[in-house]
């Protein structure tokens, strides 16, 4: 399998991996400093699936600090397929997450006029940023062992 930029074991790779933690961490972090993200499902789903995206990406990003200190290929077919099942599927749910939170929060913000929760609908927007950023660092990681996949 060929060795380029985002694949396990690389420094791009760590970085994207920290880079969806980080993100991913900040979105959680946001919502739940809220006092009422437990009234709306969409919120509590952003919560669940940035939870996963965050222990997916702390996993990987130990493994490839790992892989990168022993200088260790991780370019197996077997593993290779694993990392791309896993990518793909806490990408979907991140998006569909990232998605049914941004309708909350533009239901509350622009069809309503305003929202009547204050300081919290910040944290929501926030929160909702944050989660697609985090889906676009796991989208490209996707892409990145898709493509390390077929190539091997």
């Not at 060929?2 to 991996?17: E, I, Y």
């Not at 996993?59 to 200088?71: Q, R, V």
């Not at 260790?72 to 694993?82: E, I, N, Y």
């Amino acid at each position: 399998m060929k060795d380029f930029a985002g694949t396990p074991g690389t420094l791009t790779g760590l970085a994207l991996r920290v880079s969806q933690f980080v993100f991913a961490a900040g979105s959680i972090a946001s919502m739940a400093t809220t006092n009422s993200f437990f009234d709306f499902t969409a919120f509590c789903y952003l919560i669940a699936s940035m939870g996963l995206q965050l222990i997916w990406s702390f996993g990987l990003a130990i493994l490839d600090a790992y892989a990168i200190f022993k200088k260790k290929v991780l370019h197996g077919p077997v593993l290779v397929s694993l990392f791309v099942v896993g990518d793909w599927v806490t990408a979907t749910l991140s998006l569909a997450a990232a998605s049914s939170s941004a309708g909350i929060t533009v239901l509350y913000f622009n069809d309503l006029g305003s929202c009547n929760f204050g300081a919290e609908c910040r944290k929501y927007q926030l929160a909702v940023a944050l989660a697609y950023m985090s889906w676009i660092a796991i989208g490209t990681s996707s892409l990145i062992m898709l493509w390390l996949l077929a190539s091997g």
